[in-house]
T-cell receptor, first 111, second 118 residues
């Protein structure tokens, strides 16, 4: 069973801090990796995608990929209360490029 | 206007009823997906379609069927609804971009349908 694992949280950080969210996956053949943000009762919104080892930065967000260790992480700098949401990690498996989603980490940013 | 729309947004129905959820997109994407989301279980794939003639079962297709009426339309049916199908249902689309070893499959979600089966 191909899996994507995330700590359910909640991860609580103070406003202005760096929030670090982690995700591990089981399939070594995975080729594409995504982070989605989901507010309560709303649909997932794509915020980052990464395909190669290393870091990818977009504004306050940095995605980090380590294929050897089979983990992907998301850093949110200068966290704001509006960042409070559930963050879903998704991994593209095999040649069909379907996505397998983790169950999400709930982030709370305290004012 | 939203790129991916779903109707209805909310639906309450009774056990045994037939229900159809509809999804339309204006993104021009070939690939469309249906997911359900339950608390603590994340998103699970029900069916996916890579084009009008290509429909595939996902990990939880039992009790569901789909129809891809056109490139832009993908419908999900519950032939005889049961209470454990109460969930949030999302449609998603993607436009496969081949970048060699790193194929991209960014998926974009509709607003969701909250379905309650009594």
């Amino acid at each position: 069973q191909k899996e994507v694992e995330q700590n359910s949280g909640p991860l609580s950080v103070p406003e202005g801090a760096i929030a670090s969210l982690n995700c591990t996956y089981s399939d070594r053949g995975s080729q594409s990796f995504f982070w989605y943000r989901q507010y309560s009762g709303k649909s997932p919104e794509l915020i980052m995608s990464i395909y190669s080892n290393g870091d990818k930065e977009d504004g306050r967000f940095t995605a980090q990929l380590n294929k050897a260790s089979q983990y992907v992480s998301l850093l949110i700098r200068d966290s704001q209360p509006s960042d409070s949401a559930t963050y879903l990690c998704a991994v593209g498996m095999d040649s069909s490029y379907k996505l397998i989603f983790g169950s999400g980490t709930r982030l709370l940013v305290r004012p | 206007d939203a790129d991916v729309t779903q109707t209805p947004r909310n639906r309450i129905t009774k056990t045994g009823k037939r229900i159809m959820l509809e999804c339309s997109q204006t993104k021009g994407h070939d690939r469309m997906y249906w997911y359900r989301q339950d608390p603590g279980l994340g998103l699970r794939l029900i069916y996916y379609s890579f084009d009008v003639k290509d429909i595939n079962k996902g990990e939880i297709s039992d009790g569901y069927s789909v129809s891809r009426q056109a490139q832009a339309k993908f419908s999900l049916s519950l032939e005889s609804a049961i209470p454990n199908q109460t969930a949030l249902y999302f449609c998603a689309t993607s436009d496969f971009q081949d970048r060699g070893l790193a194929g991209i499959n960014e998926q974009f979600f509709g607003p969701g349908t909250r379905l309650t089966v009594l």
